[in-house]
């Protein structure tokens, strides 16, 4: 992220001194950082920061109830001061301090060192002390106790999924009802079937939206149920999951605490060494939105080739803002680009850790931005204003020989033919023929060419 110009403090350290801006909340050690390190010009998610700042928030007020730290160094307004930056941080304050790239720093250390800067700074200014100058609270000290990168940093990463599920379950489950309306709008709109784009059986409109809908619902059960397993952190394993360092207790009390202050059902992993070193939670979260994806291309594919024309085409609906159609399926193609990225990032842990965590929760929180801003703009502006021509669907439909099944269960196959053919030729519908040509009692002709007869299973 681009550092703000203006005036400037010095900070130093054991390797010299260097400038910093003097109202910048981050310290020296994120400055060295982001002089040292490859800057890819990826923002870092507010989820993100807010998560670890609800996790830094846990630790510390559960390790000073379970005494494991020294009290003289905790007294109660410099724990006060403490919990406060964390909660402001957690609001959305300081995220112009936040100057790492999303995806530098292995493992996430680089975020974890900037997030920690900010946090003893602003705790510090609380209790009086110039930006900068660490005098009442330091990092070490203070901030990164306890929990190690190994369990903060994981922690985090789930707990910024969950964080951002809820939008999008709301998104998802707009997106299902507008096509469940949709398919109600169209319910009588009868229209030719296609098998590997050759003319099929009839079906309405209303019945091909239907399941659209249907699609979106299971898509949105696969996330919901890909999302359980993020519920079960690693704070309290330390660096390799084994605890060292800290007590069973804190380990259950500390994702208690973060239940609390997230309103997460949260829980203690069931293997602490799994849940540091193995990242295939995140894969099968991202998996499900992969094929939440595939299943965005192909009715945007459907609806698209749909509403082609209007004089050459199928032109069976009218699509406004079809470029919103189009911008979904650009947003799905990076999804699947992205679920590739979680895919080689999680493969490429060794023994019990994995470096490259920063690329699975960026791809991850990157993509459900990505669907939760497609779909509104597309669900809005784009289907809920989708229109049928019922005129198109039911030429198309008649010109073709689609109906000879239905046809021939009354008339056989060779009249059936012939009725289908004059009627073309005439350029009349076929009810009409039929009923000039009085091959069927009125009643037989209605049930015949009733949307409900040709397009269900026979009663």
């Known amino acids: 992220m681009t550092q703000r110009k203006g005036q400037q403090r010095i900070e130093k350290d054991q390797l010299g001194e260097i400038n910093i801006p003097s109202d910048s909340y981050y310290g020296i050690a994120t400055q060295r950082l982001i002089q040292s390190i490859p800057q890819y010009s990826h923002s870092v998610s507010p989820r993100l920061v807010e998560a670890m700042a609800q996790v830094k928030r846990a630790v510390i007020q559960c390790a000073c109830s379970e005494k494991l730290v020294d009290e ?138 239907n399941a659209y809908g249907s699609t979106v619902e299971r898509a949105l059960k696969r996330i919901s149920e890909a999302s359980l397993c993020l519920k079960e952190v690693n704070l309290g394993g330390t660096k390799v999951g084994t605890g060292f360092g800290v007590s069973h207790s804190f380990q259950y009390q500390v994702s208690q605490m973060l239940s609390v202050q997230t309103k997460l059902e949260l829980r203690p992993a069931d293997d602490y060494i799994k849940a540091t070193s193995s990242m295939s939670d995140f894969l099968e979260f991202s998996s499900s939105l992969r094929e939440l994806a595939c299943d965005l291309i192909k009715m945007a594919n459907d609806l698209a080739f749909l509403s082609s024309g209007p004089g050459g085409g199928l032109a069976e609906i009218t699509l406004p803002a079809a470029n919103l159609n189009d911008e979904l399926s650009i947003a799905a193609y990076q999804i699947l680009a992205n679920d590739q990225a979680v895919l080689i990032a999680t493969q490429a842990g060794k023994l019990e850790s994995n470096i490259f965590t920063t690329v699975i929760i960026q791809a991850i929180l990157n993509s459900m931005q990505m669907l939760e801003s497609s779909i509104i703009s597309f669900t809005t502006n784009c289907l809920s204003k989708v229109k049928a021509d019922p005129i198109s669907c039911r030429s198309l439909l008649e010109s073709s020989q689609a109906l000879l099944p239905v046809l021939s269960q009354e008339l056989g196959m060779e009249k059936s033919l012939e009725i289908i053919l004059q009627a073309k030729e005439q350029k009349k519908s076929i009810k009409e023929v039929l009923f000039e040509q009085n091959l069927l009692p009125k009643d037989t002709l209605d049930r015949l060419t009733s949307y409900k007869y040709m397009t269900s299973a026979q009663r």
């Open 72 to 209: 003289d160094d905790f007294a109660q307004p410099v724990l006060k001061a403490l919990l406060q930056a964390c909660d402001e941080l957690a609001g959305g304050d300081f995220y112009q301090d936040v100057v790492v790239d999303g995806l530098a720093g292995a493992s996430g250390h680089a975020l974890n060192l900037n997030i920690s800067e900010i946090i003893a700074n602003r705790a510090g200014e609380l209790l009086g002390d110039p930006l900068g100058s660490y005098q009442k609270i330091q990092v070490d000290k203070h901030v990164d106790i306890l929990g190690a990168l190994e369990d903060i940093f994981p922690t985090s990463m789930r707990i910024s999924i969950l964080l951002g599920l809820k939008s999008l379950k709301n998104v998802l489950l707009d997106l299902e009802r507008t096509l469940r309306r949709k398919s109600h709008e169209f319910e009588s709109v009868v229209k030719l079937g296609r098998i590997n784009l050759q003319d099929a059986l009839p079906v309405t409109l209303g019945q091909e939206f």
